[in-house]
């Protein structure tokens, strides 16, 4: 069976307003690189069971800023996951990288301990956006960074983040043709999102955030969209656009409902069943990794799986096939409510379904979580 494995590492240099993943400001010579890899290697070896009867086709290393990682510990790891675990001829290793901590030979120091793919964040390629999600980097370094990356790494995404107040269809539009013409074969572009949480979530709680109006975003959506198009990027998953091949087989693994084993502060597993998640204190997690301590495990009924498989499935252009769905997960799938609520958004444009297999065309992505959750 199909699987992959996920690296959290948890700091970053600062932390930005709208971020809401488990991530530490933290200056880079105050992390313990080595001491880090070795709390990671030693849950590495706690949790080698899972690895029975699984081919790993993608490791994956996120943040936080994982490109802050001394590239020789990051590749100790990487080592560690190839000594324990059947990892497939083609296996795709990615690791996330700030434009503040790659250069040209850092990069390389990525490949050559192992590493074939590099996800940048670029996120705007203009300084008052840039200043805007309190990002350290400006567009020439963002620029620069990518440059770097694509004279040595074999494959080479970015993201952008649109639905920024003020912004235009067009500007939005203008930045990502800007990034595809860099050369790039996979850009992740995604919607700002206000999470609770987060600083710009206080903000917008006391009515102090600047936000962007929904029927920008959503022209911004459909602007990016025709621009990649017409430069022979595929619209693959409602975020992201990859030339023919180029696609982020780790995340393909997600929306698929393939397992992954998390390892690292704070990461998420969900193997044999379950969802585990680590400790979310970096020193919580250290002490505990050579026994796998966990902060929280729920053992995952086929319902919520189907539901999740339907959530994430539909991201795809191509959907996936609830019948397969429901023989993997022992469930039968259509219900006679759920076969009702699927015509009628069929008849409302809103799905296609070819037999088992379900998909939302182009023009009712931007309505996808509602339709998801119709079908629940
Ligand atoms: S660099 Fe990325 S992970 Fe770190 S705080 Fe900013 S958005 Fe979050």
Avoid at 27 to 51: C, K, S
Avoid at 151 to 178: K, M, W, Y
Avoid at 262 to 276: D, E, I, K, T
Wanted: aromatic share 8%; proline share 5%; charged share 25%.
């Amino acid at each position: 069976m199909r699987a992959s494995v996920y690296v959290h590492f948890p700091w970053c240099l600062a932390k930005c307003p709208y971020c809401d993943f488990v991530s530490y400001a933290e200056e880079r010579d105050n992390i313990d690189h080595a001491g880090y890899a070795d709390a990671v290697l030693a849950e590495l070896a706690a949790r080698a069971a899972l690895f029975e009867d699984r081919e790993i086709a993608s490791v994956f290393f996120g943040g936080g800023t994982p490109s802050l990682w001394e590239p020789r510990e990051l590749g100790r790891v990487l080592a560690g996951i190839r000594a324990t675990a059947r990892t497939a001829a083609d296996v795709e290793v990615t690791v996330e990288c700030n434009p503040t901590s790659l250069d040209r030979d850092r990069a390389q120091a990525l490949v050559d301990v192992g590493v074939g793919r590099v996800s940048i964040g670029t996120q705007s390629l203009r300084t008052d956006q840039l200043t805007y999600l309190g990002r350290l980097h400006d567009p020439a370094g963002a620029r620069r960074a990518i440059e770097g990356a694509l004279a040595c790494v074999p494959r080479v995404s970015t993201d952008l983040i649109f639905g920024l107040p003020d912004q235009s269809p067009e500007d939005a539009r203008d930045q990502a043709a800007a990034l595809a013409d860099l050369g790039l074969a996979h850009l992740s572009c995604y919607q700002l999102t206000i999470e609770p949480g987060t600083r710009f979530g206080e903000l917008a709680k006391r009515g102090r955030l600047p936000l962007a109006d929904d029927g920008a975003v959503a022209e911004s959506f459909l602007a990016i969209d025709e621009a990649l198009g017409a430069r022979g990027l595929t619209h693959y998953e409602i975020s992201n656009y990859a030339r023919p091949g180029e696609e982020a087989r780790h995340n393909l693994g997600y929306w698929r409902g393939e397992e992954y084993v998390g390892l690292g502060c704070a990461a998420y597993g969900y193997s044999r069943g379950a969802r585990y998640r680590n400790p979310i204190l970096p020193q919580k997690y250290v002490q505990g990794a050579a026994a796998a301590t966990e902060e929280s495990r729920e053992p995952l009924a086929p319902l919520a799986l189907l539901r999740e498989r339907i959530m994430l499935g539909l991201r795809l252009a191509t959907g996936f096939d609830l019948d397969d769905a429901g023989r993997d997960l022992g469930i039968a799938p259509w219900t006679g409510e759920r076969t009702k609520t699927a015509a009628q958004l069929e008849a409302r444009g809103r799905l296609v379904r070819e037999g088992g297999r379900l998909r939302i065309p182009p023009g009712a992505w931007l309505f996808t979580d509602d339709t998801a959750a119709r079908l629940f």
